[in-house]
């Protein structure tokens, strides 16, 4: 048996989403505009479950030096794949409904979730890097991909320009640190006498991550490439990449135990608060259903970088990523039916009331909402509970209270949503369908963040 | 798990079920809709009878148990979050047993006292399943966890209620309560946590934290804010202003479920959990607290005699009589905290049949201005009896069970021999009369004297569903006033030993 015989199970699922996007690019030209959106969407949906399903033969166990895989990196791989489903569910509704030329945005989308795949899979700098350019270059195409849009222009230009400059920090991080350690692995130790050397590498890398997550001071970007993605998009990057870029960071951040590093703690309290503040308060401000999210992702990238304090084996981080990555796409999937497809569709005066025409939609996209409201029951509250309880028990008492406080302040905001869409529309509301395959990878998101809400992975 | 523990969990996992089943029915089958809620909710009022029943004959059994605990029966105890070894307990002595059976009675009458509601009926009952799931989850739960997590889920579902079906300033009273009673849970959890870590026992499970002496100056400052969190859902003053403007705004059914069983349960946990975890805390705050109370039970009665509208006065009367249940409990005393226990389950009764009469009128005359009204007893004789009986209830009459609970709350409060005690006792005993005179005041101009408006000749007569609904109700108050006996001693298998932890050190 060859030496690195389980990388092919290891790689299986990635693999799978890879040829996923092969084969909807190569059935893309041969099929009618019309068909395209309702044919390409399955085959997507397909290689994602058989990639889910793949994912019984993995292996725990770190294999070589590039690729890892544990059970905690199972379930973010399969919460990967469900925000992948709801993604391609929600573009082939709106696609569908602007009668979209090309189908190419099913294989982009896969093709950033094999990116992200990586990226939660990877011990080692440049599989990192790999995994972070694959994810971010389709995201960039899908951003852009409605190219009459202002907004669109506007995000895509601010994503691009940004993202190509922290992906050079990113390297440039990564060269230091192999000057510093001589090798590319995460665990990599530093040489004699440079421990500064890779400290500087490794603050680079955490910032080019951190930029990834949407943290603040990082987080410049967030609003106005959300604003401009259409909506399934920002569900798909609102989820894939925070999963990505946190896994990534919490895999680089285990080496703060180091005593070189006894600084970083300080400066992951300062993105932390400063990400739930700006999170929270700004998302009170808003008025369009994109943009609320979009603080929203900031704020939970602050509750994120939170819980990388924790002590070393504690599986709220992955836990709070899951349900979080898994309630922002269901709100976004089901928004993307819910919405029209013009840029002010999801102003929150556009979407009063069309909970009541459309009572699943609607339930699903609360249920999604209280969840990110961190409300009990829901998974959203345990997420919570877990690394409020987990920072607390490690001593920052002030900062447990402050991130329950700011709970309270941004279940306003999610609130405001999920009672507008309650609320009595004046005229009739209209009912939208949104296509079966939407209202099944709905059922399966909801489903799972009930089965997260009964038997939590804490 | 015993046959008693799954029929347990099944009066909150039923209203659950039944919201699923009533997905796929029709929107315009209206009635078989309510069919089926009103039919679940009789299933859970036969299991909390029976449950009850055998309640009562365990405890008749085996008396009252020696120690600091209570004897739990039917216990569920599952493993829920490892890491922080959070289970999932639920189990119920008498006290719990007993506050399940008065929610699922409520419960059940609020659907049928909510009959004819017309809008949006399906999302409405099935809101009021979901509310009564979380009431239902938090009376039994033993987990400091599970009982939070019913205990958000009943506010969530409270506020989609108000907001969505209320009437008059409902956007304001659903906010104005959904953000006082978030408040109060970011309070309540703070102090869990810090029962969880303080403690030392990694476990959130309420019978072993009782074996806890938490230290003093933990409890000094976990107390008042796990306390307040709970006064905020009993209405406390100066926490009780979301009150009347989220009953006046209320669907009957929300108003009776929410002064019916949600105010009990922050006086439940207060005594559950507050006082019982954190008694030397209690001790040293309830002189201040029960200077809250004299506010509660004196202005709440002056206030509501200034009001003319009935969903007005009934919620200030709830607050009054919320004031009652707190100064018993403030009391510290054994009888004081059985008279909060009976006026928890007395009020509950109580106010069910004051606002689900006050609907039943309303839905006739279209006015809940006493003023406007009058001679209404000549048309619907039977909904003025039943108006009248609950007034009656509340002013403390005896033969009714408010007079059993509030005079047991007045001995107990009066024993505890400081002056600020008594001296609240007094006034609260003064209270109780200001209310008879808003009650009468209400039921005579109402209801007696000559019919003001034309339009009041020809109100329709009463439904079968209001006739069930009020006699029920009716049997429920008639019942604990006349024979408040096997309450009580039940009633006893649990607040002794609660009294044991409560009462510690006490000379």
């Known amino acids: 048996m060859l030496p690195n015989a389980d990388l092919f199970p290891n790689l299986l699922p990635t693999v799978l989403v890879a040829a996923g996007a092969l084969v909807t690019l190569a059935l893309e030209p041969f099929l009618r505009t019309n068909s395209k959106h309702s044919i390409l969407p399955w085959i997507a949906a397909f290689f994602l479950i058989a990639a889910g399903a793949s994912l019984v033969l993995v292996v725990p166990g770190n294999i070589r030096t590039i690729i890892a895989m544990n059970s905690v990196r199972q379930a973010l791989l399969l919460a990967l794949l469900a925000c992948g489903l709801l993604g391609i569910a929600g573009l082939s509704t709106q696609l569908a409904k602007r009668r979209f030329a090309g189908g190419e945005a099913y294989a982009l989308l896969l093709l950033s979730l094999c990116g992200s795949m990586l990226m939660v899979q990877s011990i080692d700098l440049l599989a990192l890097f790999v995994g972070m350019e694959l994810s971010a270059i389709p995201i960039y195409a899908l951003v852009g991909m409605h190219r009459r849009s202002t907004e669109a222009n506007e995000g895509i230009f601010k994503y691009?320009?940004?993202?190509?400059?922290?992906?050079?920090?990113?390297?440039?991080?990564?060269?230091?640190?192999?000057?510093?350690?001589?090798?590319?692995?995460?665990?990599?130790?530093?040489l004699p006498s440079r421990e500064l050397l890779q400290m500087a590498g490794l603050v680079l890398v955490v910032f080019a991550m951190l930029f990834k997550a949407g943290a603040a001071p990082f987080h410049f970007w967030v609003a106005d490439t959300y604003t401009g993605a259409s909506i399934p998009v920002t569900g798909f990057m609102s989820s894939t990449v925070k999963i990505g870029a946190i896994t990534a960071l919490a895999t680089i951040y285990a080496h703060v135990n180091q005593p070189a590093f006894g600084n970083l703690p300080l400066v992951i309290i300062v993105v932390a608060i400063l990400s739930l503040l700006i999170g929270s308060f700004t998302g009170l401000a808003q008025t369009r259903a994109?943009?609320?999210?979009?603080?929203?992702?900031?704020?939970?990238?602050?509750?994120?970088?939170?819980?990388?304090?924790?002590?070393?084996?504690?599986?709220?981080?992955?836990?709070?990523?899951?349900?979080?990555?898994?309630?922002?796409?269901?709100?976004?999937?089901?928004?993307?039916?819910?919405?029209?497809?013009?840029?002010?569709?999801?102003?929150?005066?556009?979407?009063?009331?069309?909970?009541?025409?459309?009572?699943?939609?609607?339930?699903?996209?609360?249920?999604?909402?209280?969840?990110?409201?961190?409300?009990?029951?829901?998974?959203?509250?345990?997420?919570?509970f877990g690394v409020l309880a987990g920072v607390f028990a490690s001593g920052h008492i002030a900062l447990a209270a402050l991130g329950m406080v700011i709970a309270v302040v941004s279940a306003g905001y999610y609130f405001r949503l999920a009672l507008l869409l309650w609320q009595d529309p004046g005229e009739q509301a209209t009912k939208v369908s949104g296509g079966v395959l939407l209202r099944v990878s709905l059922l399966l998101g909801a489903g799972g963040l009930l089965v997260l809400t009964a038997f939590p992975m804490l | 798990m015993t046959i008693e523990a799954i029929l347990l969990n099944a009066t909150w996992i039923l209203p659950i079920l039944t919201v699923l089943m009533v997905i796929p029915v029709s929107r315009s089958n209206s009635f078989l809709i309510k069919m089926i809620h009103a039919g679940s909710a009789l299933v859970n009022v036969l299991i909390a009878g029976f449950l009850t029943w055998k309640v009562f004959a365990i405890s008749a059994a085996a008396g009252i148990p020696a120690g600091n605990k209570p004897l739990l029966n039917f216990v569920t105890d599952l493993p829920w979050m490892q890491m922080l070894n959070v289970r999932f307990i639920t189990g119920v002595d008498a006290l719990s047993i007993?506050?399940?059976?008065?929610?699922?009675?409520?419960?059940?009458?609020?659907?049928?006292?909510?009959?004819?509601?017309?809008?949006?009926?399906?999302?409405?009952?099935?809101?009021?399943?979901?509310?009564?799931?979380?009431?239902?989850?938090?009376?039994?739960?033993?987990?400091?966890?599970?009982?939070?997590?019913?205990?958000?889920?009943?506010?969530?579902?409270?506020?989609?209620?108000?907001?969505?079906?209320?009437?008059?300033?409902?956007?304001?009273?659903?906010?104005?309560?959904?953000?006082?009673?978030?408040?109060?849970?970011?309070?309540?959890?703070?102090?869990?946590?810090?029962?969880?870590?303080?403690?030392?026992?990694?476990?959130?499970?309420?019978?072993?934290?009782?074996?806890?002496?938490?230290?003093?100056?933990?409890?000094?400052?976990?107390?008042?804010?796990?306390?307040?969190?709970?006064?905020?859902?009993?209405?406390?003053?100066?926490?009780?202003?979301?009150?009347?403007?989220?009953?006046?705004?209320?669907?009957?059914?929300?108003?009776?479920?929410?002064?019916?069983?949600?105010?009990?349960?922050?006086?439940?946990?207060?005594?559950?959990?507050?006082?019982?975890?954190?008694?030397?805390?209690?001790?040293?705050?309830?002189?201040?607290?029960?200077?809250?109370?004299?506010f509660n039970v004196v202005f709440a009665a002056f206030i509501a005699i200034r009001h003319r509208d009935l969903k007005y006065i009934t919620a200030y009367s709830s607050i009054g009589h919320l004031g009652l249940i707190v100064l018993g409990l403030c009391a510290m005393t054994y009888i004081g905290i059985k008279g909060a226990a009976l006026q928890m389950i007395s009020h509950g009764f109580l106010t069910a049949l004051f606002f689900s009469t006050i609907g039943m009128i309303y839905s006739r005359t279209h006015t809940r201005m006493i003023d406007e009204m009058g001679g209404i007893m000549k048309t619907v004789p039977f909904l003025g009896v039943g108006f009248v009986i609950a007034g009656f209830a509340g002013l403390g009459?005896?033969?009714?069970?408010?007079?059993?609970?509030?005079?047991?709350?007045?001995?107990?409060?009066?024993?505890?021999?400081?002056?600020?005690?008594?001296?609240?006792?007094?006034?609260?005993?003064?209270?109780?009369?200001?209310?008879?005179?808003?009650?009468?005041?209400?039921?005579n101009t109402m209801l007696h004297g000559p019919i003001t408006n034309p339009h009041f000749e020809h109100l329709p007569a009463s439904t079968l569903p209001e006739k069930i609904t009020v006699v029920l109700l009716v049997g429920c108050l008639l019942g604990m006033g006349l024979f408040p006996g096997w309450i009580s001693s039940m009633l006893d298998t649990s607040l002794t030993p609660i009294s044991v932890n409560v009462l510690r050190g006490t000379p």
């Open chain 2, 98 to 294: 007993l506050m399940i059976l008065l929610t699922s009675v409520v419960v059940f009458t609020g659907i049928l006292a909510t009959w004819n509601i017309d809008k949006q009926d399906k999302e409405f009952f099935a809101l009021a399943q979901i509310l009564s799931a979380g009431v239902f989850g938090v009376f039994m739960a033993f987990d400091l966890v599970t009982f939070f997590v019913f205990y958000e889920l009943e506010a969530l579902a409270m506020y989609l209620m108000i907001a969505n079906w209320g009437s008059g300033r409902k956007d304001y009273g659903g906010k104005k309560l959904t953000l006082y009673l978030m408040l109060g849970s970011a309070m309540i959890l703070v102090t869990i946590l810090g029962l969880y870590f303080v403690s030392g026992t990694e476990s959130f499970d309420i019978r072993v934290l009782a074996d806890i002496k938490f230290p003093m100056d933990f409890q000094m400052w976990a107390f008042p804010v796990m306390f307040l969190g709970f006064a905020v859902s009993s209405s406390l003053f100066p926490f009780h202003n979301w009150s009347p403007d989220g009953h006046s705004s209320a669907p009957t059914a929300v108003s009776m479920l929410a002064a019916g069983v949600m105010m009990k349960m922050g006086t439940y946990g207060c005594l559950r959990v507050a006082m019982y975890l954190m008694p030397e805390g209690a001790r040293f705050w309830m002189p201040w607290i029960v200077i809250l109370v004299a």
């Open chain 1, 290 to 384: 994109r943009r609320m999210m979009a603080f929203s992702a900031v704020g939970n990238a602050g509750y994120l970088v939170l819980a990388l304090l924790l002590p070393a084996p504690s599986t709220a981080l992955p836990f709070y990523l899951i349900t979080y990555a898994l309630a922002s796409a269901l709100v976004l999937a089901g928004l993307s039916a819910l919405a029209g497809v013009e840029e002010q569709d999801d102003d929150f005066g556009s979407l009063r009331g069309m909970a009541r025409a459309n009572p699943f939609l609607g339930s699903v996209i609360t249920l999604a909402l209280v969840s990110l409201a961190g409300l009990p029951p829901v998974a959203g509250f345990i997420a919570k």
């Open chain 1, 160 to 190: 691009f320009v940004t993202g190509s400059i922290f992906g050079a920090v990113f390297l440039y991080g990564g060269a230091l640190w192999y000057g510093a350690t001589g090798s590319t692995s995460l665990f990599a130790v530093a």
């Open chain 2, 397 to 443: 009459l005896p033969g009714l069970s408010g007079f059993v609970a509030e005079a047991t709350i007045f001995i107990g409060s009066f024993q505890n021999e400081s002056t600020l005690m008594r001296l609240v006792t007094v006034l609260a005993i003064l209270g109780v009369t200001t209310t008879a005179v808003y009650v009468l005041r209400a039921a």
